[in-house]
């Protein structure tokens, strides 16, 4: 960090223009204090062109601020690209002016150390407003830090200014179902308190997004990790539309369950088996051996598990990060982007970069617990793991995982039918 010394003249843009003409006034752009254009007035200094607002070089040179009592803070650039005492934020821009502290390694925005002591923000995902508290001292927020809190006195909520603003809804890549985020949460409302994406447990002490139809929950750093991954919902645009349904239900029964279906890829009506069992003819969707309810053709011979009927005609997918949803297609060779398999059943299709996944893969790598047919727990998707898989061997960087006794199998080998035909 470098003090600042000396002192400038306030020149008008009609001086500049004539001590240095009209090509170098051009040149100047930005003020070095602040980085921001310059404006009609400006400190200008003819030997080394150092730019300055009038508001700029006119900030006192030392300040006395209640963040930091041990030292007066001294106006300087933050050469060292130190994050904010206030805000912890760093001007990533340029190094710009800020008030420091030398012996203690600490500065303070200039924008953040003209901030009342009183000041009042509004929050995007809370109902009561949070005000600034300067005096430091540690605290725990979604993450941990000892950064200047903001505190709301109805709950009794201290988090930092950078989650004052995480949105109130999100649409996550993740989950079929929009997220609400909240600071309270009552343990009974779930039955698993895992994270959707990490599988940790998630401390309901802190705020968190979940899913208030299914009862799914999720860490603030996991679901908000990649920008990519999820989109801000608008008040506008609160009430939720899902993805078009693939079925068009025909008939039902008294328990309201369809047992006559439509299917849009699938040119005759499906009906569902009263046999709930096992059957020696694999699902067309998936390719998996069906051992529960199912909707059969009687015209050919064509099974669909009733969860693979069910899938919505569009998905988003939290592992595929392209922008765009997936949509459900059929009768067509592929290579899958995740197994690397060869198939012609059913797929999901970006819409965006047009990478095909099989029923497979989508199915597996939904979020939450998913069973593998010779293993006692359920296993758990890793998108970061670095360890052998169980099956094969082969090193793996991502894996299914069980958090029991850390059996690891690769997406590949969990995705190897149980039986199959060899000449």
């Known amino acids: 960090m470098f003090l600042l010394c000396g002192a400038l003249r306030v020149l008008s843009s009609q001086e500049l223009e004539d001590e240095n003409g009209d090509e170098e006034l051009e040149d100047v752009r930005e003020c070095f204090g602040c980085w921001e254009p310059l404006a ?35 106006l300087q650039f933050n050469s060292e690209r130190l994050s904010c005492k206030i805000c912890g934020e760093t001007n990533r821009k340029a190094v710009g002016f800020v008030y420091g502290c030398s012996p203690c390694k600490l500065v303070v925005h200039i924008e953040c150390a003209s901030q009342s002591p009183l000041q009042v923000i509004k929050s995007t995902n809370h109902e009561h407003p949070f005000t600034l508290v300067f005096r ?22 201290i988090i930092h200014k950078n989650c004052i603003s995480w949105p109130r809804i999100i649409k996550s890549k993740w989950h079929d179902h929009r997220l609400l985020h909240t600071y309270f949460h009552h343990i009974e409302d779930f039955g698993v308190l895992n994270c959707m994406i990490c599988h940790d447990e998630v401390n309901t002490e802190y705020g968190s997004y979940y ?22 919902v608008s008040p506008e645009d609160e009430d939720e ?17 369809a047992t006559k279906i439509e299917h849009f890829l699938h ?30 053709c009687s015209f050919c011979d064509f099974f669909l598990h009733k969860a693979c009927a069910e899938l919505p005609k569009m998905k988003d997918v939290g592992h595929h990060l392209c922008q765009k949803p997936l949509a459900l297609i059929s009768d ?32 597996a790598l939904t979020p939450g617990a998913q069973i593998c047919l010779k293993h006692e727990h359920p296993l758990f998707y890793y998108r970061d793991y670095n360890g052998k898989c169980n099956a094969c061997g082969y090193t793996t960087r ?20 149980i039986t199959v035909l060899h000449k």
């Open 40 to 74: 009609k007035y400006t400190h200008f200094s003819p030997a080394c062109g150092f730019n300055l607002h009038e508001k700029c070089a006119k900030l006192p040179f030392k300040l006395n601020h209640v963040c930091h009592r041990k030292h007066p803070l001294a």
């Open 332 to 363: 067509r060779v592929f290579r899958c982007r995740e197994c690397l398999n060869v198939c012609n059943a059913f797929a999901y299709e970006c819409c965006g970069c047009k990478a095909k996944k099989c029923l497979q893969c989508v199915l």
């Open 267 to 296: 040119i005759h009506n499906l009906m569902l088996s009263p046999v709930v069992g096992k059957n020696e003819n694999g699902c067309d969707g998936c390719l998996l051996p069906i051992s529960g309810p199912f909707y059969s």
């Open 136 to 157: 430091q001292v540690p605290f725990t927020c979604d993450t941990e830090g000892n950064h200047v809190a903001h505190r709301c006195g109805t709950c009794n909520i």
């Open 398 to 417: 991502a894996a299914f995982r069980c958090k029991v006794c850390n059996f690891v199998l690769h997406i590949g080998c969990f995705s190897l039918p």
């Open 211 to 232: 899913c208030s139809k299914c009862n799914a929950i999720f860490h603030v750093h996991c679901v908000t990790e990649d920008e990519r991954s999820y989109s801000i």
């Open 241 to 257: 539309m899902p993805y078009e349904s693939s079925i068009t239900v025909l008939e039902s029964n008294d328990a309201g369950e």
